[in-house]
């Protein structure tokens, strides 16, 4: 069965420190891949897709066949980044039907 | 462009009861999808529609049913509630073409006493 699992909940940070939130899949064909994020008190949104390959707001996220990973990664984490991050997986080309993850929320400190 | 609006945004209901809760996509868009959010879950899938069909189904049972109008907006209906039924749902557009980003509406928090 599809499924994404982070298993991290919590990821405690210091300001101007690395970030990598973990996010695994399961999926028999190939997969489209995304993060959403949700900042308090504002909708879930999109922060990135694999298929753009794209770095938003500083972060990035490789696909990993291999290791059937998709991890996001910051250089240097800042406070206005602290929120629920979600991996998800879509079945669809149109990135509809999203399988999520159960979520890892970051907290950024000074 | 306004954003996805769903109405009701609170709602409680007792065991039993069913429910409707609409969905008004960003204008343009032809593609609705629903969500549930609870605490235990987290983000789970309902379903999609598309051109007034549905298009892609999450394992949920027949209880919770979708449809779309020709204006795009969707509804769905959760019939003989259960508690465990509480949840956020989340209703989602997209425009269409390939991997597109999917914009979420605020939720309907339902509560099932």
């Known amino acids: 069965a599809q499924r994404v699992t982070q298993p991290e909940k919590l990821l405690s940070v210091f300001k101007g420190a690395p970030v990598e939130l973990k996010c695994n899949y399961s999926?028999?064909?190939?997969?489209?891949l995304f993060w959403y994020v949700q900042y308090s008190r504002q909708r879930l949104q999109l922060l990135l897709r694999?298929?753009s390959r794209e770095s938003i707001k500083g972060f990035t996220a490789d696909l990993n066949k291999g290791e059937t990973s998709f991890h996001l990664k910051k250089p240097f984490a800042q406070e206005e980044d602290s929120a629920m991050y979600y991996c998800?997986?879509?079945?669809?080309?149109?990135?509809?039907?999203?399988?999520f993850g159960k979520g890892t929320t970051l907290s950024v400190s000074s | 462009k306004a954003g996805v609006t769903q109405t009701p945004r609170y709602l409680i209901k007792t065991r039993g009861q069913q429910v409707t809760l609409s969905c008004s996509p960003i204008?343009?868009?032809?593609?609705v999808s629903w969500y549930q959010q609870t605490p235990g879950q987290g983000l789970q899938f309902l379903f999609e529609?598309?051109?007034?069909?549905?298009?892609n189904k999450g394992n949920f049972p027949g209880r919770f049913s979708g449809r779309q109008f020709s204006n795009s907006r969707s509804e769905m209906n959760v019939s003989t509630l259960e508690l465990g039924d509480s949840a956020l749902y989340l209703c989602?557009?997209?425009?269409?073409?390939?991997?597109?980003?999917?914009?979420f509406g605020p939720g309907t928090r339902l509560t099932v006493l």
């Open positions: 204008s343009g868009h032809r593609s």
């Open positions: 989602a557009s997209v425009q269409g073409g390939l991997y597109n980003e999917q914009f």
């Open positions: 694999h298929i």
């Open positions: 999926y028999s064909g190939s997969p489209e």
């Open positions: 529609y598309f051109s007034e069909t549905q298009r």
């Open positions: 998800a997986l879509s079945e669809s080309q149109a990135g509809t039907a999203l399988i």
